[in-house]
């Protein structure tokens, strides 16, 4: 077990609690002094707002950190409240077991087991087995594989203290007595980090595609990138999919390297291109199925699957329909359920609407609402504007890969009307003037000046502090951690801290 001073990952202010009525609100960091912790504290993947902050709730469980290997865990407890429901803490210890193997899976059979219930995982995923000298076994025995600090194995492998194990969504941590499910939550977000690709022509000049781009995606958002052709928004999609080649910079996932750990993530990613790659020649319950078999363990129930996914994206009543024979609309819907099937947390999607009639537009949008609100991360490439008020973040890209605006869409366009400078003439209306605005000038040259202008503006903005800087988490490689203070290091030896709020005054 770790100490608290080796653990170094609390900031010396790490938090602000503040009452508010009979409840308690907490903030990142310092708020009076706008500066965020180091490493974040985080509620179901997402962090803390510096600015807004978080009411919390009785039992509640927060974590400082996003690596299992050094992370605190705080539960908290308001006593007026009365009694709280205690979350469960997935934990099986393996010393002194006395049924063997430990089994790992969607739905195992034995007592000694830890059940991990996704799409991706299969009946019995893995097992562990005592090695007879105090040590443990791990093995493989599924089809999507079972990574061990982000490798797959191919081998029995001998457990060390400190191993995580990912199994799906899931991260289990072997504590050297004991397995325990650090996150269970299967939601995921994506911190981008200074995004920059630059290419070079025959003439050896050198372009910008993507120009320092920060970015973050929280658990449950839907999130649309509008610009104009140039502005390098699918670029920028594709590498925060790790598909597209960067100069510089790095995505993390929960805090992990993505191109790093591609591997791990994989099951878990969904994307749709603009173009549908469907046979047209085949129902859609057969090309569900065909995915399904592809994509999915074989012990899979897919008739169940299958039903569920037609379910989601409402086209029950097209089952036995050739492609062939479906709308635009419905022909992406059927795009979005290949990829559904697998119950990815974090979804891509290339110009989803493109082509589809207003209506359809509009349809389209509301199906990734409800896929965000099951806890989905879902960003999408879009040129229409009309139904993007729809998602929690939109960011507007402009000529040369350069971010000009990224946060809540009823916040854009005031924003953009509190002109400056050179365009303080400028009055905007909707959405798609924004979109002209960015796009605006006689030649590029005269359109790169206007979007440096609104990308500068952004940087030193009230906006780019609340949802990029504030909201930004370092990658797990990166986490810098502050040292305990003297009145610190004094605490016990503990797992997990206890948050207790008490009511203040009468």
Partial sequence: MLTPSEWNIVSR????????????????????????????????????????GHLLKNGEQLHIGLDP??????TYYNPKQGEMSIPKVRRLVLKGLQKWPVELGRSPNSTSAIELDAPTVSRLHATINPDGKGGYILQDRSSNGTFVSAKRLTK????????????????????????????????????????????????????????????????GQLVAFVGGSGAGKSTLMKALLGIAPISSGNVYLNGDNLRKNWAVYRSQVGYVPQDDIIHGALTVEEVLRCACQLRLPPDTNISEVISSTLEQIKLS????????????????????????????????????????????????????????????TIALVTHATDNISICDRIAFMGLGGNLCYYGP???????????????????????????????KGKNKLAIAERVHYWSQKYINSPEYRSYVQNSLSPGKENQQAAKFNSSQIGISLFAQLSLLCRRIGS
Avoid: C, W
């Fill in 409 to 439: 869409p009823k916040e854009a366009l005031a924003f953009f009307q509190r002109n400056g400078g050179n365009f303080e003439d400028e009055h905007f209306g909707d959405f798609a003037d924004i979109y002209i605005e960015l796009n």
């Fill in 69 to 74: 290997r050094q992370q605190i865990i705080l």
């Fill in 156 to 219: 029995p492998y001998h457990l060390n203290k400190g191993d995580t194990i990912q199994i799906g969504p899931y991260v289990l941590m072997f504590t050297g007595e004991a397995l325990e499910l650090t996150n269970a939550n299967n939601q995921i977000r994506l911190d981008a980090h200074k995004l920059t690709f630059q290419v070079q022509d025959k003439k050896g000049e050198t372009f910008t595609i993507l120009n320092d781009v920060y970015l973050v995606l929280e658990p």
């Fill in 317 to 376: 009543h097209v089952r036995n329909t050739l492609v062939s024979k479906l709308s635009g609309g419905q022909r992406k819907r059927v795009s979005i359920g290949v990829e559904l099937l697998a119950d990815p947390k974090l979804f891509f999607l290339d110009e989803p609407t493109s082509g589809l009639d207003p209506g359809l537009d509009k349809e389209m949008m509301q199906l990734l609402r409800e896929q965000a609100d099951r806890g989905r």
């Fill in 13 to 52: 202010k790490q938090a602000i609690i503040e009452k508010e009525g009979n409840n308690f609100r907490i903030y990142d960091g310092d708020r009076h002094e706008q500066k965020p912790s180091g490493n974040g504290i985080f509620l179901h993947q997402s962090r803390i707002n510096l600015t807004q």
